[in-house]
């Protein structure tokens, strides 16, 4: 049971380039989320899904864009990448998201740096 | 606005010794609240959570422990192995209906001492 993968682990952009982090969870999980990680700060919440074909914003959304066509999969894309981009992000899960909160599991990030 | 934060950005603790990770939450709203810990190079992985109607929750040689008076959170581990060498974050919930929203703390460095 492979859990959430995400690929690549490393990533290096030049400022205004595209690309798509790469999110597949195989736990027939409902619920997806995508978070940044800077240092000092705590997890930030980007984008979520609660099921295929539903996406909505989390905290800091903007420059990024998501999509669920399926359950196991839910890439991030960055349009135009810029240096404040730079981060490691992190890909996770859970069975629904509801319930007054449910344990998230968490992929094995992605570092990005946006030159 | 709302906030998750820790007062010890790092932990130095003695192998064998209990460690003790605090957290300071705002919204005295939230009703649900969760310990991760992250490794170096992994992404964080859920230790154990706990929900306004208790002040303890414990699990395998972890212990939550919840003061709703002063909005603190704290994480006890019980006889510190090297293997619980990570970082540490707490997270609040301030809306009951969901994970959505989660907000975490910056995280406390623990620091196993041989």
């Known amino acids: 049971n492979a859990g959430v993968t995400q690929t690549p682990k490393f990533q290096v952009l030049k400022t205004g380039q595209s690309m798509t982090l790469q999110c597949a969870q195989d736990m027939n999980h409902e619920y997806m989320s995508w978070y940044r990680q800077d240092p000092g700060m705590g997890l930030r919440l980007i984008h979520y899904s609660v099921g295929a074909g539903i996406t909505d914003q989390g905290e800091v959304p903007n420059g990024y864009n998501v999509s669920r066509s399926t359950t196991e999969d839910f890439p991030l894309r960055l349009l135009s990448a810029a240096p404040s981009q730079t981060s490691v992000y992190f890909c996770?899960?859970?069975?629904?998201?509801?319930?007054?909160?449910?344990?998230?599991?968490f992929g094995s990030g992605t570092q990005l740096s946006v030159l | 606005g709302e906030s998750v934060g820790l007062h010890l950005p790092t932990l130095s603790v003695q192998e064998g010794d209990n460690s003790i990770i605090n957290c300071a939450y705002s919204n005295s709203a939230s009703d649900y609240f969760i310990w991760y810990k992250q490794e170096s190079g992994k992404g964080p992985q859920f230790i154990i959570d706990i929900r306004s109607n208790m002040d303890k929750r414990q699990g395998q040689r972890v212990t939550v422990l919840l003061n709703k008076t002063v909005k603190h959170l704290s994480l006890q581990i019980a006889a510190t192995q090297p293997g619980d060498s990570a970082v540490y974050f707490c997270a609040e919930n301030p809306l009951a209906a969901s994970n959505y929203q989660l907000i975490w703390g910056a995280g406390t460095k623990l620091i196993i001492k041989p």
């Open positions: 996770a899960s859970s069975y629904s998201g509801t319930g007054g909160g449910e344990k998230l599991f």
